[in-house]
C-alpha cells in the first residue's frame, strides 16, 4: 500500500487532513466560539485526547506491577485515542498556511514538522524498546510527561513507539479515523441526526477493527475506498433499524 515513502505520505496525510478541517464544524470545541480554530485550539485539543488516552490505562495502574497485560480492546481505544491526537496534532502547522499559529511551537513551520516527525521516525530511535513488559507503564506515564513538558514531534512518535505503532500501522490507522469522520459529517453527524452507535450496537469506531485489507496508491484514495466500505455497512444497519 502506498510504497511507503514515508515524507511523501506524511505530506498526504497532511493535505488530507487540511480537507477534513475545511469540511467539519469546530465550534462545539473551539476556545473563540464563532471564529475558525487556531494554532493554541488544536493544541487544547490535542491534550484533551492525550488525557483521554491515559484515562484507558488508569485502571491498568493498579495492578499493573504483578499482572502487566493490556487486553487487546484497551490498546485499540488507546491507539484511536492516538490517531484522535494525530488529527489535532498535525493541525497545530496547518495554521501556519493562513495566519492561525498563534502560538510559539518548536519546530516553527509546517515544513520543520514534516522533517522532524520523519526524521525520528526513521531513526528508530524509539523502536528498541520493550513494549508491554515489566516496565512498559513506566515508560508510558515518561512519555506522556515529555510530550506534555514540550510538544513536539520527537515526543509524538515516542508515544506512537510506547503503543508499538511503526509508520505503516499508523497511516493505516489515520486513514481509518479520517474516513469515519467523513462518514460522520456525510451523515449529518453536524446536524444531529448520525447514529453513533451502530456498529454491533457499539460505537461506530470498532467498526474499525474489521477493515478489510485496501489497496490504494495515496492517502487520498485509501481515506475514500474506506469510506465506502463503512457507508455501505451504515447503510445496510440503517435499512433494518
Not at 447514529?195 to 485496501?214: G, M, S, V
Amino acid at each position: 500500500m502506498l510504497g511507503m515513502d514515508f515524507r511523501k505520505t506524511l505530506e498526504e496525510m497532511l493535505a488530507c487532513q487540511a480537507k477534513l478541517n475545511a469540511e467539519t464544524s469546530t465550534q462545539n470545541w473551539v476556545i473563540r466560539p464563532g471564529q475558525p480554530p487556531k494554532a493554541s485550539d488544536f493544541l487544547h485539543q490535542t491534550m484533551t485526547e492525550l488525557g483521554e488516552l491515559m484515562a484507558h490505562l488508569d485502571p491498568i495502574a493498579k495492578w499493573w506491577s504483578k499482572h502487566p497485560f493490556v487486553s487487546a480492546d484497551v490498546l485499540f481505544a488507546c491507539k484511536l485515542e492516538l490517531v484522535d491526537m494525530l488529527h489535532f496534532y498535525m493541525s497545530i502547522w496547518l495554521c501556519e498556511r493562513d495566519g492561525r499559529m498563534d502560538i510559539a511551537m518548536e519546530p516553527t513551520s509546517e515544513a520543520g514538522f514534516t522533517d522532524e516527525f520523519v526524521a525520528v521516525y526513521e531513526s528508530g530511535q524509539f523502536t528498541n524498546e520493550e513494549v508491554f513488559g515489566p516496565q512498559w507503564f513506566d515508560r508510558c506515564k515518561r512519555a506522556r510527561r515529555r510530550f506534555e513538558e514540550h510538544v513536539a514531534p520527537k515526543h509524538f512518535v515516542e508515544l506512537l513507539m510506547v503503543f508499538g505503532v511503526g509508520a505503516k500501522e499508523l497511516v493505516q490507522l489515520y486513514a481509518a479515523k479520517n474516513a469515519l469522520n467523513r462518514l460522520r459529517q456525510a451523515n449529518g453527524y453536524g446536524k444531529g441526526t448520525y447514529i453513533k452507535n451502530w456498529f454491533e450496537r457499539r460505537e461506530d469506531t470498532w467498526a474499525l477493527r474489521e477493515l478489510p485489507t485496501y489497496e490504494a496508491g495515496s492517502v487520498e484514495e485509501l481515506i475514500e475506498m474506506i469510506q465506502a466500505g463503512l457507508q455501505e455497512k451504515y447503510d445496510a444497519w440503517r435499512a433494518v433499524v
